[in-house]
């Protein structure tokens, strides 16, 4: 099974503070993605990665950045939380055609900003 | 614009029923679809996939149609379980590991 760990489940924190999400793959999986999920918005995709080092911005990437400086880590960065980072964030892998396809999910992590 | 679309917010059922959950997509170049069930405080876990090359998958309880010159899928839950009761996501991608393109969610709930 493959296991998507996202290190803090929740947190609060306050606005203009720097805040690190951390995410660890145990597949050796190349793609990880960072989403969040809101009432009525679905899941939005914020950045995601193909490999080590290399990054894409998603549908969302203002007031975000990630740093894959190993396979198996992908981190989300808010530089200056603002109250509208407020929201669930998850983090995912995927194998691509050899795994299906299928996104797997990590549990997510709750942030609120005050 | 949304690419992936689900037009119902939520649906109510009855247990032992039949859920339909219904997702329209735009992009033809979509070729792989995948639902996903999401309980609250959790990640999504995925449920059930259909290639465009094909017009059914059946999975259990769980079985995806996939219209493709109506670009529309749905997913048939029979029967219907307190358990079932959750947010299912509609999801899609033109494959290759390109990350998925979702809609916003059917508060499906069972109702005893």
């Known amino acids: 099974d493959v296991k998507v760990t996202q290190s803090s489940r929740y947190l609060v924190k306050r606005t203009g503070e720097k805040v690190f999400l951390e995410c660890v793959q145990d597949m050796d999986h190349e793609n990880m993605f960072w989403y969040r999920q809101d009432p009525g918005l679905g899941l939005r995709l914020i950045y995601f990665s193909y490999d080590v080092k290399m990054k894409e911005k998603g549908d969302i990437p203002e007031g975000y950045s990630v740093s894959r400086e190993k396979k198996e880590r992908f981190s989300l960065i808010l530089e200056s939380a603002s109250t509208n980072q407020t929201s669930m964030y998850l983090c995912?892998?995927?194998?691509?055609?050899?795994?299906?396809?299928?996104?797997?999910f990590g549990e997510g992590s709750w942030l609120t900003v005050v | 614009d949304q690419q992936v679309k689900q037009n119902s917010p939520s649906l109510s059922v009855q247990e032992g029923r039949i859920s339909i959950l219904n997702c329209d997509y735009t992009?033809?170049?979509?070729?792989?679809f995948l639902w996903y069930k999401k309980y609250p405080a959790e990640g999504p876990t995925f449920l059930i996939s259909?290639?465009?090359?094909?017009d059914k998958n059946e999975d259990g309880r769980f079985t995806v149609f996939l219209n493709k010159s109506a670009k529309h899928l749905s997913l048939h839950i029979v029967p219907s379980q307190p358990g079932d009761s959750a947010v299912y996501f509609c999801?899609?991608?033109?494959?290759?590991?390109?990350?998925?393109?979702f809609g916003k969610g059917t508060h499906l709930i069972i109702q005893p």
């Open positions: 992009n033809s170049m979509f070729d792989y």
């Open positions: 995912a892998t995927t194998g691509g055609l050899s795994s299906g396809n299928t996104i797997y």
């Open positions: 259909i290639s465009s090359i094909k």
């Open positions: 999801a899609a991608t033109p494959g290759g590991g390109d990350g998925l393109t």
